[in-house]
């Protein structure tokens, strides 16, 4: 016999049911502004040379660390390649948050995010030589690791962006809606003054 209480459980869950396609969405929008968005715009900040397409020193040392000491810290012994994917990354830490928080291309973004937080997280492995506590490890008693706490925990609210959409209040929705809302382009023949439908119709030359 179903209890007061157990009443109560299954219309929560229920509601529940309901409300998280909507919810989740925007609340993993709202944690990615409040906690990362800042974050990502402050480092890109630190990209920005003197020119709108000259990357400062420090961003070269932040993405290729290896191949700038390798140069004596000379970014123009680097070449093209370098140059195109530090304006890209500075672009990305730039766009790709703007994008998330207007909901505006929001699955495509998070999904750029993601690989973009991948390739900081080898970069930093890789290149700066992060290990050890900062690398951190799964399943122990620590959560304050850099790569494997840290970033992994960053992906979260982007995975559920990238399977579940912006939600309702984004430009995404906004944008659905004002296609589904539009009338279809349907033009109509007007009728012939003896009611037909206005079409043409073939002669009948063995009409008598």
């Known amino acids: 016999m179903m209890t007061t209480a157990d009443a ?5 869950g229920r509601w529940l049911d309901r409300m998280a396609p909507a919810l989740l969405p925007v609340l993993a929008r ?5 906690v990362l968005a800042g974050y ?30 390798a140069v004596g810290y000379d970014a123009s012994q680097l070449g093209l390649w ?10 990305a830490e730039f766009l790709l948050p703007l994008l998330i928080i207007a909901g505006l291309l929001a699955r495509l973004a998070a999904l750029g995010m993601i690989g ?13 030589g992060v290990a050890g506590a900062d690398l951190g490890a799964w399943f122990d008693r620590f959560a304050d690791a850099l790569i494997l706490d840290q970033r992994v925990l960053w992906t979260l609210p982007l995975v559920v962006i990238v399977m579940m959409g912006a939600g309702p209040v984004s430009v995404d929705r906004w ?5 589904r809302n539009q009338p279809t382009d349907q033009k109509t023949r007007p009728a012939d003054s003896n009611g037909g439908d206005g079409a043409v119709k073939p002669l009948d030359f063995n009409r008598k």
């Open 116 to 128: 973009f937080i991948l390739v900081q997280s080898l970069t930093d492995v890789i290149g700066h």
């Open 82 to 91: 370098p140059r195109l994917v530090v304006l890209a990354g500075t672009g």
């Open 175 to 179: 944008l659905r809606n004002l296609r």
């Open 30 to 34: 709202l944690v990615f502004a409040a």
């Open 40 to 69: 990502f715009w402050a480092s890109a900040l630190t990209k920005l040379g003197p020119g709108l397409l000259m990357p400062s020193t420090g961003a070269y040392a932040q993405i290729f660390p290896r191949a700038f000491e």
């Open 8 to 12: 109560a459980a299954q219309a929560l």
